[in-house]
């Protein structure tokens, strides 16, 4: 009987711990590509199932771009034209496909690094320009074009609207710059400001005409800060009108990182109109959620943590919220994902085992310790039902220089 009712116990209890470790995000396919560093990665899905990813270092001449033909099982470089082109670009990208396949490659120029760090002054490094590149062939071949060329040029983003029209913006300390083309980006007309003051810290496009800008403090790449300006622009008309909207949550912004470091601080749609907003409140993520275009919120912690959270990027699909963050300092840097199913008013949240990642130091010099790899790190959902992630390879020291590709399942039964 005693030994009938311990069997009864060790299967219950094997029962219960399935149940608990089931309820997570579980890497399927994680892929290495070393060839060229590949900071702040971004990735999208053509309609023919080919991943890109792009990433940016500043050595380079041109923006960097990668092609997957396999699910992300390998990768090859994308030649997307020279210097001499107009493909001019060493920093932050966006990375956009629209429905018909038309591939947008945003790039930010700054100034370069030089390989010899002796006496050189990082105050005088600044953003110089946005490019933009444009394949309609899969990738084949590409149009450069340039968006600005302004001193503190910054975080360019690039999104449709459901008129079909185009949009990128940016900031350069001056407020926050905006630019439309009604021709799939062949031309492109400037308009008024979406606010003159703070800096472009995201850009989402909702599914009736919305187009939400997150105004943060920080601007010109961290050099300008502008205290008080913590808000959301919304335009419910295709990006033509803008109204201010009150963030949910508390923030605190330092110029030099310090605190809870911010500088992304994503934004989405769903399907049902809803917008999301994600922050850090220190040890706590926070997720807010307005059915009414942020006039009200409703606030969900999903995640806990001794450690300080921060960096953090969000997207949504039809079913289901996809966030990524970064945790901890030093060597203790943890990389994150989770994905968050949201019924009625209920949250199930579904994380990826912390990640401790081969991402060291930028330069090399001091120690080779433990690095973000930059202020985002991006997560989609891929047409297979599964998800797909991209972080960085950076170790100098070791000469693994490049991106790691992560394919993801959702295990929630």
């Known amino acids: 009987m005693k030994k009938h009712l311990l069997l009864i116990l060790i299967s219950f209890y094997s029962l219960l711990a399935a149940s608990q470790t089931r309820r997570e995000l579980i890497v399927k396919n994680k892929i290495d590509h070393l060839s060229a560093l590949a900071r702040e ?12 990813l792009s990433g940016y270092r500043n050595d380079s001449d041109s923006p960097q771009l990668w092609e997957s033909k396999d699910q992300g099982k390998n990768w090859k470089e994308v030649k997307v034209g020279s210097a001499a082109d107009g493909a001019q670009g060493n920093s932050d990208v966006d990375l956009f496909i629209d429905k018909d396949g038309n591939i947008y490659l945003l790039s930010m120029t700054y100034t370069s690094i030089p390989t010899d760090l002796t006496g050189f002054d990082f105050s ?12 309609r062939d899969e990738g084949k071949t590409w149009k450069w074009q340039n968006i600005s060329s302004g001193d503190y040029d910054d975080r360019p983003w690039i999104r449709e609207t459901t008129n079909g029209d185009m949009h990128i913006i940016w900031n350069d300390g001056q407020g926050i710059h905006h630019s439309t083309s009604i021709d799939r980006g062949e031309t492109w007309t400037r308009q008024a400001k979406v606010y003159p003051k703070g800096g472009s810290s995201f850009l989402a496009s909702g599914k009736h005409g919305q187009l939400a800008v997150r105004v943060a403090p920080l601007s010109a790449s961290g050099i300008k800060m502008d205290a008080g300006v913590d808000l959301l622009r919304l335009s419910l008309d295709n990006g033509k009108s803008w109204q201010d909207v009150n963030l949910p949550g508390d923030r605190s912004w330092s110029q030099d990182f310090t605190g809870i470091p911010r500088w992304v601080e994503p934004l989405a749609f769903d399907q049902a109109d809803r917008l999301y907003s994600l922050w850090s409140e220190g040890h706590q993520l926070k997720l807010g959620i307005s059915t009414d275009h942020g006039a009200n919120w409703k606030t969900h912690t999903i995640v806990q943590s001794q450690d300080t959270l921060y960096y953090p990027y969000l997207e949504s699909n039809d079913n289901y919220i996809l966030c990524t963050w970064v945790s901890g300092f030093n060597e203790k840097i943890r990389h994150h994902a989770a994905v968050i199913q949201l019924e009625n008013d209920n949250l199930e949240v579904y994380p990826m085992e912390a990640q401790k990642l081969d991402i060291r130091s930028r330069f090399q010099i001091g120690t080779n310790q433990l690095s973000t790899g930059g202020e985002y790190f991006p997560i989609i959902s891929l047409s297979n039902g599964n998800f797909g992630m991209a972080t960085t390879i950076q170790n100098k020291t070791a000469n693994r220089l490049g991106f790691t590709w992560w394919e993801l399942i959702l295990n929630k039964y």
Request: proline share 8%; hydrophobic share 40%; net charge negative.
């Open 124 to 135: 005088s490094m600044k953003g110089e320009q946005i490019t933009l590149g444009i394949s």
């Open 41 to 52: 990665p971004m990735i999208a899905e053509h309609p023919n199932g080919t991943l890109f």
